[in-house]
């Protein structure tokens, strides 16, 4: 087989788009013998499947990211050319560049290696030639120490700035995102120091070349076209700080005497703390800056480009019945969900996060101090050290993050975990849960949160009206119910099938905030030949009203997926709910369960329920119309009509439905970049 005069060595992750547009462009330099090697880093967008399927293409597919410079290397091991051309995957080569630069090596004996013009994508200049950095312009390029004079003429000089780029000219660090190189100039084994994952490794090998009496150029008789920064930008600005940083102190532990790195890290040190202090733009956390400055990078990160969404919760995860762990699985379907938990009852230290589903991590979080739901400065003190937790871990996985609030007392976290967007979820009005003594502390963080989010959803259309002002009209997105559990088919409990018919069954909480225990005593009493099912958490206030009634038999709160069965035994399903109080914007998420086992039912006339198609719902108020409006759906229970059109009402509810309305919505948010 005939050795090819050029080696093209590509690293790929996640750039499909412009990998392909990069190998393209190389397949019209005409007159040049020679080979593609392209290692794909664990990219995830379909750049390793596009690979494959060239013919044009030598492949070698890491299952994670290994870095930048160990994928040149492994490029470089399967190399057979007597030239080596770096090239990365955002550059363009226009026709017959690859022939001109080989043609300046034929011509140039005494060039290590040549670089070509890099132009912007709008064909303007892009200056990417370097000198080599000093130990004067590396503090000037890491610290604000660049604005003073002798530093600032330090920088200049190391950006080579004001310098005549018109003519073929020696360089002494340029570019490796388009480096033509002679093989014979470099190691037999490695072309770059994979101790510097991404960033100044081309810098220590020019430095490298240089010590060895050999001399890198560029000419303006060969141009590309540069993207630039297609793959880091993926970093995200905190990753990308802390890589840049780590990569220039390592490049000083290899070049510099010990005394001027120590000297080095203290002044940045010192630079990055003020930073800190002063909340600039990108500075890093205190353990990342010593790392960094350790030549530590972290991580690398794994190139799942997938947005977060960071849900602050009112309830823990293991609850796993509400409103948010039903949305929360819904959006693990096209972004990454965070779930973190609310701070305990008790004091406690750990945070620890755990995936739980695909795509879906649930945050355990420190209570720094207790009764943080009474006290401001103590939610203020727990949501924050939460937050910076939350940013930290984020940290190693950068990606756009949307910040979702369901718990008011949450709004301290806004603005301190990276987050473009805010959604706020309004399922209940936090503050109608406590004690009046406290409604205040939890009003106002209601109001803060509605004026902060850039998109508001409620859950029942009777909820705007009673939100606070927000900066956009809340958009309704109602509870759903999971198709897959609630089906017509399937066991009936024992416990209830042995119940004396008929059967009327509630599933829910068992209180005087929102479960009217009167008006249901009131019809147990009237109709004593029914049998009414009570299910769920109760309260000693919720069940008293119930207290010796023989025909009400309760059942205490049990898992979701038993709900079903038991519900299957009922003929009626009920919704007993008061009027005229603080709960009554709800609509119930037991609704669409009901309808979804064609089950009738009859609630009070709850605001969200009023707008229902007629007949769908059987809406009474009082304890002889409550009365009446059972008998009627007792009538209409066995009919196999009014069954089917309960449960067709259900499906368009689902939560598989809500979760693409979710998506869409946030999808439009982030496309609009709100901050």
């Known amino acids: 087989m005939t050795r090819p005069e050029v080696s093209v060595l590509v690293v790929s992750w996640n750039t499909l788009a412009e990998t392909r547009r990069c190998l393209d462009a190389l397949a019209s330099a005409g007159g040049v013998d020679y080979e593609v090697i392209v290692v794909d880093n664990g990219s995830v967008d379909g750049s390793a499947e596009m690979l494959a399927a060239r013919a044009d293409v030598a492949l070698v597919r890491n299952p994670d990211n290994r870095g930048f410079a160990a994928a040149v290397n492994q490029a470089y091991a399967h190399a057979s050319g007597e030239l080596i051309l770096l090239l990365n995957s955002d550059v363009r080569l226009r026709p017959a560049t690859l022939a001109t630069l080989v043609r300046f090596l034929r011509d140039r004996p005494e060039a290590a290696g040549v670089a070509p013009l890099y132009l912007n994508p709008d064909g303007t200049i892009q200056q990417h030639y370097l000198r080599l950095p000093t130990f004067t312009s590396a503090l000037a390029l890491a610290t604000v120490l660049r604005k003073l004079p002798g530093f600032r003429g330090a920088m200049r000089n190391y950006l080579m700035a004001g310098e005549d780029f018109t003519r073929p000219r020696p360089v002494e660090q340029p570019s490796a995102s388009c480096l033509l190189l002679r093989r014979d100039v470099l190691d037999p084994h490695t072309i770059l120091d994979a101790r510097l994952p991404i960033y100044f490794n081309d810098v220590l090998l020019a430095r490298v070349l240089a010590d060895a009496g ?228 939890m009003r106002r963080a209601a109001l803060t949160a509605a004026c902060t989010a850039d998109l508001v959803l409620a859950s029942s259309s009777a909820l705007p009206a009673r939100l606070p002002g927000s900066r956009g009209r809340p958009v309704v997105v109602p509870n759903g119910y999971d198709p897959d559990l609630f089906t017509v088919d ?123 198609p007629a007949g769908l719902v059987h809406l009474a108020t009082g304890p002889d119309a409550f009365t009446d409006a059972i008998e009627q759906a007792l009538e209409s229970a066995p009919c196999p009509e009014a069954q089917a059109l309960r449960r067709s009402a259900a499906v368009p509810h689902s939560w598989a439905a809500r979760g693409e309305t979710v998506r869409h919505l946030l999808a439009d948010l982030l496309e609009a970049d709100p901050r």
Not at 312 to 339: D, E, I, M, N, P
Not at 530 to 553: D, I
Not at 559 to 582: A, I
């Open 490 to 612: 399937g066991p009936v409990a024992d416990w209830v099938a042995r119940l004396p018919r008929p059967r009327l069954g509630y599933v829910g909480a068992v209180d005087t905030r929102a479960f009217d225990g009167e008006l249901l005593a009131a019809v147990a009493q009237r109709r004593p030949e029914w049998t009414f099912v009570v299910v769920g958490a109760s309260t000693r206030s919720g069940r008293a009203a119930l207290r010796g009634l023989p025909n009400v038999h309760r059942c205490g709160q049990i898992p979701l997926e038993d709900v079903p069965s038991v519900l299957r035994g009922c003929d009626v399903c009920l919704l007993p709910y008061r009027l005229g109080e603080l709960i009554d914007y709800v609509q119930p998420k037991k609704l669409y369960e009901y309808l979804a086992l064609g089950k009738p039912v009859v609630a009070t006339p709850l605001p969200a329920l009023t707008e229902l």
């Open 214 to 441: 050999h001399q890198l150029w560029m000419t303006p008789d060969a141009a590309v076209t540069h993207t630039l920064g297609a793959s880091t930008r993926l970093l995200g600005a905190r990753s990308r700080s802390r890589h840049h940083l780590s990569g220039l102190t390592r490049y000083l532990q290899l070049t510099q005497p010990r005394r001027r790195l120590a000297l080095f890290r203290a002044l940045v040190f010192c630079d990055r703390a003020a930073r800190r202090v002063l909340r600039a733009h990108g500075h890093l956390g205190l353990r990342e800056l010593r790392a960094a400055l350790q030549g530590d990078a972290g991580r690398l990160p794994d190139g799942d480009l997938r947005s977060w969404v960071v849900m602050f919760s009112g309830v823990g995860w293991t609850v796993g019945c509400q409103r948010q762990h039903a949305l929360a699985k819904q959006l693990a379907v096209s972004h990454r969900v965070l779930f973190v938990e609310p701070p305990g009852v008790r004091p406690r230290w750990r945070f620890t996060v755990q995936p739980v589903v695909p795509s879906l991590w649930q945050a355990t979080v420190p209570t720094v101090l207790p009764f943080g739901r009474q006290l401001p400065s103590a939610n203020h003190l727990n949501r924050r050290v939460t937050a910076r937790l939350v940013r930290r871990w984020l940290d190693r996985h950068p990606a756009a993050t949307i910040l979702w609030i369901d718990e008011d007392l949450a709004v301290p976290a806004v603005g301190k975990c990276g987050e473009r967007a805010v959604v706020y979820d309004v399922a209940d009005l936090d503050w109608t849960f406590t004690r009046r003594w406290n409604r205040w502390h």
